[in-house]
Each structure stands twice: as C-alpha cells, then as structure tokens.
C-alpha cells in the first residue's frame, strides 16, 4: 500500500471514529480534491489534518494544519499509529482557548445545581 492510500485509509477510519462520536464527518477531499481542505472535516472550527504513520514529524503536521486552516479554524493534528489509538494534538495557546470555553460552560452548570 503506498503512502497515499494508506493516508487515505487512516482519514476515512478518523472519519468513522468521529462519526461514533455523533459527529457528521468525512474526508476533506473525497468531493472536492483542492488542496488546503482539511484532511477530515465535520468538526466546526476544527481544521483536521489527520496523519496515519509509524513516525510522525509532528512540527511539520502543525506547520501544515495552521498554513491550510481557514478563517476561524482551530489547527489540530490527529495522528495514531499501528496498534495505538489515536491522539489529537494542538498548540497550547488553542488548547486554552477551547479549555477556557469548557470551563465557563462547566463553571455555569456547577452554579445551577447550587
């Protein structure tokens, strides 16, 4: 299986992953084949660049994740490897900011329930 099958294969499995979760995804370019489309997509405001390999030059998958990210998108990187399951990865600072919307909303139904 060369390289480009195998991410395709690792993108339509994150896409099913996510679909178990009750999100509606699927493979960025499955219709439209342009290039800076997120690699899965079905998570608003996610940019997904979805990176299924043995070894993974994590920098450069970021790199890429915040060049093709739109408008609005928060980069992400989600990766696994053989036998592993699958991670997501962010820089901090986006990290915090959707941490930070958890938190307000967690804070607000802590205060209903006193």
């Known amino acids: 299986m060369n390289s480009r099958d195998k991410g395709a294969k690792g993108e339509r499995e994150l896409a099913r992953c ?28 996610i940019h997904i660049e979805c990176k299924r390999v043995e070894r993974l030059k994590l920098y450069d998958a970021i790199a890429q994740a915040v060049q ?17 399951e699958w991670l997501v990865t962010m820089r901090l600072d986006d990290w915090i900011n959707i941490y930070r919307e958890w938190e307000a909303g967690a ?8």
């Open 18 to 45: 996510l679909t178990g979760y009750g999100y509606r995804c699927r493979r960025g370019q499955q219709y439209c084949g342009s290039n800076g489309d997120a690699d899965v997509v079905g998570l608003p405001g």
């Open 68 to 84: 093709d990210k739109r408008q609005g998108e928060l980069p992400a990187v989600f990766h696994r490897k053989n036998n592993s």
């Open 107 to 114: 804070s607000g139904r802590m205060d209903k329930d006193t």
